[in-house]
C-alpha cells in the first residue's frame, strides 16, 4: 500500500468543473462526482473539518499539467488558431489545477501534485473508458472523462492495483 491516509481524494483538474473522486481507503470505497470551483472548495474545506474532527487522514492529489513541459495536443493538419484554442485551454486547465493545490494547502491538506498518469486505455487518446475502469474500480453509476481521471489518481496513490480483467 502506497499511503497511510484514510481517504484519498483524486481530482482531475478543469475550467467548468472538476472530477473527483473520494477513496475511502479501509472498505475501498469509491464516490464520484463533479464540481465547479467554489463548489469544490466547499468540499475540500468539509474534509480538512472531518480530518480534524474525526481525527482521519485525507490526502489530496490533483493531476498536475503543468508540470509537465512538452503537453502538445495538435494533431497533423490543425491550423494555427485550433492549436491557439487548445493551448488557451490547457493553461486555463493548468491554471485551476495550480488554484485547487494553493487553497487546499491553505487549508491544511496534504497534496501531492501528480503528474498524468499514461494514456494507455481503450478510449480516445488512450483515455480509459467507463468499462475499463469498472472492471478493477467498485464504481456504481454513471461516470464522466474527468470523473474517471480522477478515480484513476485517487487509486493509484492508494496503492491499489490497476488490472483490466480479460
Known amino acids: 500500500m502506497k499511503t497511510r491516509a484514510d481517504y484519498i481524494i483524486g481530482i482531475d483538474p478543469d ?13 475501498r470505497e469509491v464516490e464520484l462526482f463533479s464540481a465547479s470551483f467554489p463548489e469544490l472548495l466547499d468540499y475540500l474545506q468539509r474534509m480538512r473539518q472531518k480530518e480534524l474532527t474525526e481525527g482521519m487522514r485525507v490526502v489530496v492529489v490533483v493531476e498536475a499539467s503543468w508540470r ?19 493551448g488557451i485551454d490547457q493553461g486555463r486547465c493548468a491554471e485551476v489545477g495550480r488554484k485547487i493545490v494553493e487553497c487546499a494547502r491553505y487549508y491544511g491538506l496534504e497534496v501531492v ?11 480516445p487518446d488512450g483515455k480509459i473508458t467507463d468499462e475499463e ?3 478493477f474500480i ?12 480522477a478515480a484513476l489518481l485517487a487509486w493509484n496513490e492508494a496503492g491499489f492495483p490497476i488490472r483490466i480483467k480479460t
Open 138 to 149: 467498485p464504481i456504481k453509476g454513471r461516470t464522466n472523462q474527468e470523473t474517471r481521471d
Open 133 to 135: 475502469i469498472k472492471a
Open 113 to 123: 501534485e501528480q503528474l498524468p498518469l499514461k494514456k494507455i486505455w481503450k478510449g
Open 15 to 27: 475550467t467548468d468543473k472538476s472530477g473527483i473522486a473520494q477513496v475511502r481507503v479501509a472498505g
Open 68 to 86: 509537465i513541459s512538452t503537453n502538445w495536443h495538435t494533431k497533423r493538419g490543425e491550423s494555427v488558431r485550433v492549436s491557439a484554442s487548445k
